[in-house]
């Protein structure tokens, strides 16, 4: 089939041939045509990488009326990158279309310049949810003739707590429009805003849902926690060529790794919250450049990014829920290609391997993290590639040659090549010449720590890796409530809140519990091990301008026996001194499951919305045994 056949206006199809589109993929082939249709609601589940925007861009580009005053288009995406690269797009599909216009808002830039554009036209608006509420609330954006809505990655959109916001823009628009959702996996919440918003949806789906993209190799090493590092470097000296993204779990860890990798010799760059609009436009330009070679980002920063060509996707840590795997993997194997995600684990986490793989309905390798003498071999061949490879420039050469020639003539061809291989490859002989084996297996590791007489320790890691998994909410002495010093007369509702917490210190929506915002304070529950975490890195961030100021809250029983406000009186013995030591969960060198928590939490989510709490959303693919 080609993009003629789909039913497509000429001048789109004209900017399509200068793209130059072959053919279009499975999910252009079925959501296209049916998109173009006077009533269309739509649900999309594909990876990303599969031609998701055009599956969407394409038709609404084609459908934009000649009313260059409304705006008639409504893309809603989760984070700035995606915003950027969508709006990117639509202007190429409307490159000869004069009568459409496409304008991007999202956070961390100047809003009056956003109202400005708008102001000028704007037919169609690629937003993030947070922006978009703002502007709707300055009354600088008016939906009312709205025709098409495109939710983009809605079950990220979810799992960054945006479902308030949402359902909040959601009611601007007018009761008849089409409505096209696009998600990579279909948690319940999703399905939800489908019920509620849609009718008689067409359904697409590339493959099962939630499944993964089919050309993805993916392979877990097991090693031991404080070697986990060491592997990383190894995985990536085993594979020369690589351009890939790193993954870590908060970011500290993020910014940690990248810079050992960096002092290390590699060309890494950083990509996290605490980077402003500036900074990360800089490093995503280098590192689609290719100038930056290996990306280490959290899932949040690095949500919307859509670069060609990424060799591997290398999971130092997984997250905390399983479709949070599903956009890391998707970053390789784009358009067609193949890829390989790659994870790092310890002992303790084999059950969260098994846990993707139900829910991804795919197939995990368990790899061996190389040798010394493997590495050092492929580093020697992709030298001697990259030296025979070389283009020789004779003019610019010319000059030089008689002295070069001079400075060698005592040495013998052999020699000389020697020489100049052992330049770059010394260090790789250097480094590795006392390297050990770092693969480890459960009977390997007993068999360890029985040489160092350490059963005790082995005891107490099995009753520590049963608490682990217990349920979030067993009982509230497992929780420990927050106090946070702004409310709804700064603009905070819960969502905003949800999305607070989980940002800065690198939790997920599935690790915190009830949520009430006040006029001018809130309170939050979040489980006893987040604490630290809690207070360290949410403590001094700002929100909307806020300074936020969090405090622990006194026992439950402490407060009522106050017969007072139950909530006024906060803890005020903690050490001060200890929100300066290490993040819990934030190094990467301990037990994530002991120290972040997280995993399997759910129950908490739904009890506390039954309360009244949060209408946050749930994480139903998180690690715990229930899936």
């Given at each position: 089939?080609?993009?003629?056949e789909?039913?497509?206006?000429?001048?789109?199809?004209?900017s399509?041939?200068?793209?130059?589109?072959?053919?279009?993929?499975?999910?252009?082939?079925?959501?296209?045509?049916?998109?173009?249709?006077?009533?269309?609601?739509?649900?999309?589940?594909?990876?990303?990488?599969?031609?998701?925007?055009?599956?969407?861009g394409?038709?609404?580009?084609?459908?934009?009326?000649?009313?260059?005053d409304?705006t008639?288009g409504?893309?809603?995406?989760?984070?700035?990158?995606?915003?950027?690269?969508?709006?990117?797009?639509?202007?190429?599909?409307a490159?000869?279309?004069?009568?459409?216009?496409?304008?991007?808002?999202?956070?961390?830039?100047d809003?009056?310049r956003?109202?400005?554009?708008?102001?000028?036209g704007?037919?169609?608006?690629v937003?993030?949810?947070?922006?978009?509420v703002?502007l709707?609330?300055?009354?600088?954006?008016?939906l009312?003739?709205?025709?098409?809505?495109?939710?983009?990655?809605?079950?990220e959109?979810?799992?960054?707590?945006?479902?308030?916001?949402?359902?909040?823009?959601?009611?601007?628009t007018?009761?008849?429009?089409?409505?096209?959702?696009?998600?990579?996996?279909?948690?319940?919440?999703?399905?939800?805003?489908?019920?509620?918003?849609?009718?008689?949806?067409l359904?697409?789906?590339?493959?099962?849902?939630?499944?993964?993209?089919?050309?993805i190799?993916?392979?877990y090493?097991?090693?031991?926690?404080?070697?986990?590092?060491?592997?990383?470097k190894?995985?990536?000296?085993?594979?020369?060529?690589?351009?890939?993204?790193?993954?870590?779990?908060?970011r500290?860890?993020?910014?940690?790794?990248?810079?050992?990798l960096?002092?290390?010799?590699?060309?890494?760059?950083?990509?996290?919250?605490?980077?402003?609009?500036?900074?990360?436009?800089?490093?995503?330009k280098?590192?689609r450049?290719?100038?930056?070679?290996?990306?280490?980002?959290?899932?949040?920063?690095?949500?919307?990014?859509?670069v060609?060509?990424?060799t591997?996707?290398?999971?130092?840590?997984?997250?905390?829920?399983?479709?949070?795997?599903?956009?890391?993997?998707?970053?390789?194997?784009?358009?067609?290609?193949?890829?390989?995600?790659?994870?790092?684990?310890?002992?303790?986490?084999?059950?969260?391997?098994?846990?993707?793989?139900?829910?991804m309905?795919?197939?995990f390798t368990?790899g061996?993290?190389?040798?010394?003498?493997?590495?050092?071999a492929?580093?020697?061949?992709?030298?001697?590639?990259?030296v025979?490879?070389?283009?020789?420039?004779?003019?610019?050469?010319?000059?030089?040659?008689?002295?070069?020639?001079?400075?060698?003539?005592?040495?013998?061809?052999?020699?000389?090549?020697?020489?100049?291989?052992?330049?770059?490859?010394?260090?790789?002989?250097?480094?590795?010449?006392?390297?050990?084996?770092?693969?480890?297996?459960?009977?390997r590791?007993?068999?360890?720590?029985?040489?160092?007489?350490?059963?005790?320790?082995?005891?107490?890691?099995?009753?520590?890796?049963?608490?682990r998994?217990?349920?979030?909410?067993?009982?509230?002495?497992?929780?420990t409530?927050?106090?946070?010093?702004?409310?709804?007369?700064?603009?905070?509702?819960?969502?905003?809140?949800?999305?607070?917490?989980?940002?800065?210190?690198?939790?997920?929506?599935s690790?915190v519990?009830?949520?009430?915002?006040?006029?001018?304070?809130?309170?939050?529950?979040?489980?006893?091990?987040?604490?630290?975490?809690?207070?360290?890195?949410?403590?001094?961030?700002?929100?909307?301008?806020?300074?936020?100021?969090?405090?622990?809250?006194?026992?439950?029983?402490?407060?009522?026996?106050?017969?007072?406000d139950?909530?006024?009186?906060?803890?005020?013995?903690?050490?001060?001194?200890?929100?300066?030591?290490?993040?819990?969960?934030?190094?990467?060198?301990?037990?994530?499951?002991?120290?972040g928590?997280?995993?399997?939490?759910?129950?908490?989510?739904d009890?506390?919305?039954?309360?009244?709490?949060?209408?946050?959303p749930r994480?139903?693919?998180?690690?715990?045994?229930?899936?």
């Amino acid at each position: 089939m080609t993009f003629s056949e789909l039913g497509l206006r000429e001048e789109v199809l004209q900017s399509i041939n200068d793209l130059g589109f072959e053919a279009p993929t499975p999910i252009q082939q079925s959501a296209i045509p049916h998109l173009l249709k006077s009533d269309s609601d739509l649900v999309g589940l594909a990876q990303t990488g599969t031609g998701k925007t055009a599956a969407f861009g394409l038709p609404l580009v084609n459908n934009i009326q000649d009313q260059y005053d409304l705006t008639q288009g409504l893309v809603i995406c989760p984070t700035r990158e995606l915003c950027l690269q969508i709006s990117k797009d639509l202007e190429n599909y409307a490159k000869y279309d004069r009568k459409t216009a496409v304008v991007a808002v999202y956070g961390g830039t100047d809003i009056r310049r956003q109202i400005t554009q708008i102001k000028q036209g704007a037919t169609i608006i690629v937003a993030t949810p947070g922006r978009l509420v703002d502007l709707i609330q300055r009354r600088a954006v008016k939906l009312q003739d709205v025709r098409f809505v495109v939710l983009d990655e809605a079950d990220e959109m979810l799992n960054m707590g945006f479902k308030e916001d949402i359902d909040s823009i959601l009611d601007q628009t007018p009761d008849e429009k089409n409505v096209w959702l696009f998600s990579a996996t279909m948690p319940k919440e999703v399905a939800d805003i489908a019920k509620n918003y849609m009718t008689n949806p067409l359904e697409v789906s590339i493959g099962h849902k939630n499944q993964g993209n089919v050309n993805i190799e993916h392979i877990y090493y097991t090693v031991r926690e404080k070697d986990r590092y060491a592997a990383l470097k190894r995985l990536i000296d085993v594979n020369p060529e690589i351009f890939g993204l790193v993954f870590c779990r908060t970011r500290h860890e993020t910014q940690h790794v990248a810079e050992n990798l960096s002092k290390d010799g590699y060309n890494a760059e950083p990509l996290h919250g605490d980077l402003s609009q500036a900074q990360r436009d800089n490093v995503m330009k280098r590192f689609r450049e290719r100038t930056v070679q290996l990306l280490v980002a959290t899932d949040v920063a690095a949500r919307g990014i859509d670069v060609d060509n990424i060799t591997h996707v290398i999971n130092y840590q997984l997250p905390d829920d399983i479709e949070n795997y599903t956009h890391r993997s998707g970053r390789t194997a784009r358009a067609g290609k193949k890829g390989e995600s790659l994870v790092l684990i310890n002992l303790k986490e084999h059950y969260k391997i098994k846990a993707i793989e139900r829910q991804m309905r795919t197939n995990f390798t368990l790899g061996v993290v190389p040798s010394a003498n493997e590495i050092c071999a492929i580093q020697l061949a992709s030298l001697i590639n990259k030296v025979k490879d070389t283009e020789v420039k004779e003019k610019d050469i010319e000059e030089f040659l008689p002295k070069i020639m001079s400075d060698f003539e005592h040495l013998s061809k052999e020699e000389v090549i020697k020489k100049f291989i052992s330049v770059e490859f010394n260090r790789f002989v250097e480094y590795y010449s006392k390297a050990q084996d770092l693969n480890v297996s459960e009977s390997r590791d007993r068999r360890d720590r029985g040489e160092r007489s350490e059963r005790g320790d082995r005891d107490r890691d099995r009753e520590r890796g049963g608490e682990r998994r217990e349920r979030f909410d067993r009982d509230d002495s497992n929780r420990t409530r927050f106090f946070v010093s702004i409310g709804k007369r700064d603009g905070l509702n819960p969502g905003g809140l949800l999305r607070l917490i989980c940002d800065e210190a690198g939790l997920t929506s599935s690790s915190v519990g009830k949520i009430d915002v006040m006029p001018s304070f809130s309170f939050f529950e979040a489980d006893n091990s987040h604490t630290e975490a809690i207070l360290k890195a949410v403590n001094g961030a700002n929100y909307e301008g806020n300074r936020v100021s969090v405090e622990i809250t006194k026992k439950k029983a402490e407060r009522r026996s106050g017969g007072g406000d139950r909530d006024r009186g906060f803890s005020g013995s903690r050490d001060r001194n200890d929100r300066g030591g290490e993040r819990r969960g934030g190094s990467g060198f301990g037990d994530r499951n002991r120290d972040g928590g997280g995993f399997g939490s759910r129950n908490g989510g739904d009890r506390d919305r039954e309360r009244g709490g949060s209408s946050r959303p749930r994480s139903r693919n998180s690690y715990g045994r229930n899936n």
